[in-house]
């Protein structure tokens, strides 16, 4: 530290610079080992720097206890301080959990209207809360793949979710039409949309048509549509691509019963992936999660002693935004970018 007249210390580098850098790391040394090297960067990680986009599908695909993923869901959205505008999570419960992203997002939009409000006093506590969240960004991005959403909370739900532009959905074989009908009749600037399924997903099931339809009729902006494994024929799919004319991109591995040359030569200008592709599903990927390696690691962080007593950081483990008696494992060497969780073709 005896350089600092020459070179600034890592720990004066600004909130935001840090932020950035520490968005890079895994979920484990974030909240793990980041805050640990010192307090100024305990502050950051505790702050919303580092929560603008909340990415934690890996870490949640290995829990098995719900109460910890809604924990962790919940403590960093209060770190975000409403600035998120990304939240990607795997097997949300079907719960409250789901109208709280939803509160969050709608209460970043009117935080930010009372904040640029000139009727506001200059000098009012008020206003000054208001301007430290001027710049927030309303959730834009959200990934719920695998939830236990249904139907009733997504119609409830969705409202609060305007100003979204991107949903992955897949895999949720608690929602159908309904679910869809009410995404995109509130959000009205969606252009990306992956509702793939595994082929477990739809056992038993005639047909997905209904939800296709709801998909044509709801959805009129998409540009990029993933329906890989949907049990859908080529007039369904004919009519997703009539009623959404500036779609570019198109998803259909596994849909088996749809004719892609026919679409190719109706829409020269939609480029079509499957339905005919080898995925993976050989690769078992749930024999290779459940491999004993040697480098599997098991973190269970219970509580943090390094901020328990005498420390002069105020609250970064306090109230809701704490780790305390939240349950934080990492597993490695079964996970990779290839099997991102999912058992089917990652899209291009």
């Known amino acids: 530290m005896g350089e600092c007249s020459e070179h600034r210390c890592w720990d004066e580098l600004l909130p935001d610079a840090l932020g950035l850098i520490f968005r890079k790391l895994c979920l484990k040394d974030v909240l793990t080992v980041?805050?640990?090297?010192?307090?100024?960067?305990?502050?950051?990680?505790?702050?919303?720097?580092?929560?603008?986009?909340?990415?934690?599908?890996?870490?949640?695909?290995?829990?098995?206890?719900?109460?910890?993923?809604?924990?962790?869901?919940?403590?960093?959205i209060a770190r975000s301080g409403g600035s998120f505008h990304r939240i990607s999570v795997s097997g949300l419960p079907g719960d409250s959990l789901f109208t709280f992203i939803g509160d969050q997002a709608k209460i970043n939009i009117l935080i930010r209207l009372l904040g640029e409000s000139p009727g506001l006093k200059q000098g009012s506590d008020y206003r000054k809360y208001c301007i430290c969240f001027a710049r927030a960004r309303s959730l834009k991005t959200l990934e719920l793949p695998r939830s236990e959403i249904n139907d009733s909370l997504v119609e409830n739900v969705a409202p609060r979710l305007s100003n979204v532009t991107f949903l992955d959905i897949s895999s949720c074989t608690k929602i159908g039409p309904r679910a869809l009908e009410a995404f995109g009749r509130n959000c009205k600037s969606l252009?990306?949309?992956?509702?793939?399924?595994?082929?477990?997903?739809?056992?038993?099931?005639?047909?997905?048509?209904?939800?296709?339809?709801?998909?044509?009729?709801?959805?009129?902006?998409?540009?990029?549509?993933?329906?890989?494994?949907?049990?859908?024929?080529?007039?369904?799919?004919?009519?997703?691509?009539?009623?959404?004319?500036?779609l570019k991109f198109l998803d259909l591995r596994g849909c088996w019963n749809v004719d892609d040359k026919y679409l190719q030569e109706r829409y020269p200008g939609l480029k079509v992936v499957g339905p005919y592709v080898d995925d993976c599903y050989e690769n078992s990927f749930w024999e290779e999660c459940s491999d004993d390696s040697d480098d599997s690691i098991y973190?269970?962080?219970?509580?943090?002693?390094?901020?328990?007593?005498?420390?002069?950081?105020?609250?970064?483990?306090?109230?809701?935004?704490?780790?305390?008696?939240?349950?934080?494992?990492?597993?490695?060497?079964?996970?990779?970018?290839?099997h991102a969780g999912f058992d089917w073709p990652p899209s291009p």
Request: hydrophobic share 35%; charged share 25%; with cysteine.
């Open 34 to 76: 980041v805050p640990r090297v010192c307090k100024s960067w305990g502050r950051v990680v505790a702050g919303p720097y580092c929560w603008q986009e909340i990415d934690i599908q890996e870490w949640s695909q290995q829990q098995s206890k719900p109460d910890q993923l809604k924990r962790m869901v919940r403590m960093l």
């Open 299 to 338: 973190w269970e962080l219970m509580d943090d002693d390094y901020y328990a007593a005498g420390s002069d950081d105020e609250g970064i483990w306090d109230d809701d935004q704490g780790l305390e008696g939240l349950e934080v494992r990492f597993y490695g060497g079964g996970f990779n970018e290839s």
């Open 191 to 246: 252009v990306g949309l992956r509702r793939v399924m595994h082929p477990t997903d739809v056992v038993g099931r005639a047909s997905q048509h209904d939800e296709a339809r709801a998909i044509a009729c709801n959805m009129p902006k998409l540009r990029h549509l993933e329906i890989g494994y949907m049990l859908i024929a080529t007039k369904a799919v004919v009519e997703i691509a009539s009623q959404c004319h500036d």
